[in-house]
C-alpha cells in the first residue's frame, strides 16, 4: 500500500478535496482587520515557493484527490507569473478531469490581467469588497483605491466567469449600515454577495466578539429590505445562501464563529512559505517546503500530507476556554 491509496481523509472522516495556495504574503492594501499601517514584515523572497514547487505539490494532492485549487494571497495578483501559475495548474488532472482553478483577489490590477487568466484556465474569482463608499474605502483599507477595485469587478462581470462573488467582512460600527447598499450593489453587477463573520485573524490580535456582527444580526439587517428565503443544503460549502425576493440573486453569510461548519471542512491550505495548514486556526504546520527542497520524492511527501491531514481537530475552538489566535495572520496563512 502506498501513501496515495485511497482518499485524502481524516480521523473524523472528513475527506479532503479542496485545496487553498497562498502564492504571496504581500498586499497592496492595509485594511484594518487584518494588519498595521506600516503592514507585516515580509517574507523573503527565496523562501516563497516557486511555480515549479506549486505545480508539483498540486499534482501530488490531485492523485490524492483535490479537485479544486483556490489561490490567494496576501494579494495574489502581485505574484509576477500568476498566469502561468493559472496555465499550468489548469492542465494538472484530478479524480474529476482538470483541477478547477479560481481566485480570491481584493480586485485591483484585475481589469489589465483578467482577459490572460480566463485564457490560462480560471474558472471563478471572489473579490474582496467591504464598503462601496470611497471614503470609507479609504479609511479600511488605508488607500485610496476603490475605483481600481471597481474596475476590476466590472472587468471580471464583463469575462463572463460565473459565479462572481463578492466577499464582505462585517464589522460593527464599520459597513454594518451598508449591507443592504453591499446586496444592492451586488445584483446591479449580476454578483453574489458573501458576507463573512469577522474572525481573530488580525496581525494586532484585537479581534473580540463584540465588534463582530453574527450572520444572524446580518440576515435581520438585510430581511428589512430583502425577502430571503433559505436556499437549501450546502454540502461542504462554507456559506448558508439565501435566495433574494425570490432569485436568482442569491446572498450568503459564513458563520465561521457564530456557526461553524467544521464538521464539513474539505480544505487544505498551504502557505506562500510552504507551511501546510489543515484549518485556518491551526497553530501547528508541517514544513513542506524542507521536503520539496531537501530531495523528497512524491510519496514522503504524500505521506506526509496524509499526517498533516489526520491531525485534523474536530473543530477550531474558538469557543473553547483556551483558544489562542493563529501567531500567522489571515495574510500570512491565506484565505
Known amino acids: 500500500m502506498t501513501a496515495f491509496d485511497g482518499p485524502l481523509v481524516d ?3 472528513r475527506v479532503h478535496r479542496d485545496l487553498r495556495i497562498s502564492l504571496t504574503d504581500r498586499c497592496n492594501l492595509r485594511c484594518t482587520y487584518c494588519m498595521p499601517a506600516e503592514g507585516v514584515p515580509w517574507l523573503a523572497k527565496q523562501n516563497i515557493l516557486s511555480t515549479d514547487e ?10 490524492l484527490g483535490i479537485i479544486e485549487v483556490r489561490l490567494t494571497g496576501g494579494e495574489p495578483l502581485l505574484r509576477p507569473d500568476l498566469v502561468d501559475v493559472v496555465r499550468r495548474l489548469a492542465r494538472i488532472e484530478g479524480d474529476e478531469g482538470q483541477l478547477r482553478v479560481s481566485l480570491t483577489t481584493n480586485g485591483i490590477r484585475l481589469d489589465r490581467i483578467i482577459d490572460d487568466l480566463v485564457a490560462a484556465g480560471l474558472e471563478r ?3 474582496s469588497l467591504d464598503t462601496v463608499r470611497p471614503d470609507r474605502f479609504a479609511e479600511l483599507t488605508r488607500r485610496d483605491r476603490v475605483e481600481d477595485v471597481l474596475r476590476g469587478i466590472q472587468a471580471a462581470r464583463d469575462s ?21 447598499d453591499l446586496l444592492r450593489f451586488a445584483q446591479q453587477h449580476e454578483a453574489e454577495l ?9 496581525a494586532g490580535h ?17 430581511s428589512a429590505e430583502f425577502r430571503l428565503t433559505p436556499a437549501g443544503d450546502r454540502g461542504s460549502s462554507p456559506a448558508e445562501i439565501h435566495l433574494v425576493d425570490g432569485g436568482p440573486t442569491t446572498v450568503g453569510v459564513i458563520a465561521s464563529v457564530s456557526a461553524p461548519f467544521c464538521g464539513s ?9 510552504g507551511q501546510v495548514r ?3 486556526f491551526a497553530r501547528e504546520e508541517s514544513d513542506l517546503s524542507a521536503l520539496l527542497r531537501g530531495g523528497a520524492d512524491d510519496e514522503q511527501i504524500a505521506r506526509m500530507l496524509r499526517t498533516n491531514i489526520e491531525g485534523k481537530r474536530a473543530g477550531h475552538g474558538i469557543d473553547d476556554p483556551g483558544f489562542l489566535q493563529p501567531v500567522r495572520p489571515m495574510s500570512a496563512i491565506g484565505g
Not at 458573501?194 to 488580525?202: G, W
Not at 473580540?208 to 435581520?220: D, G, K, N, T, Y
Open 11 to 13: 480521523r473524523f472522516g
Open 54 to 63: 506549486i505545480e508539483r505539490v498540486a499534482g501530488i494532492l490531485a492523485r
Open 125 to 127: 474569482v471572489n473579490i
Open 160 to 180: 463572463g466567469l460565473r459565479p462572481l462573488k463578492l466577499n464582505t467582512v462585517a464589522m460593527r460600527g464599520v459597513n454594518d449600515d451598508e449591507f443592504c
Open 194 to 202: 458573501r458576507f463573512i463573520e469577522q474572525m481573530p485573524l488580525d
Open 206 to 222: 484585537i479581534w473580540s466578539r463584540q465588534r463582530m456582527v453574527p450572520a444572524e444580526e446580518i440576515l435581520e439587517k438585510l
Open 265 to 273: 471542512c474539505d480544505r487544505v491550505r498551504i502557505t506562500a512559505d
Open 278 to 280: 489543515n484549518c485556518l
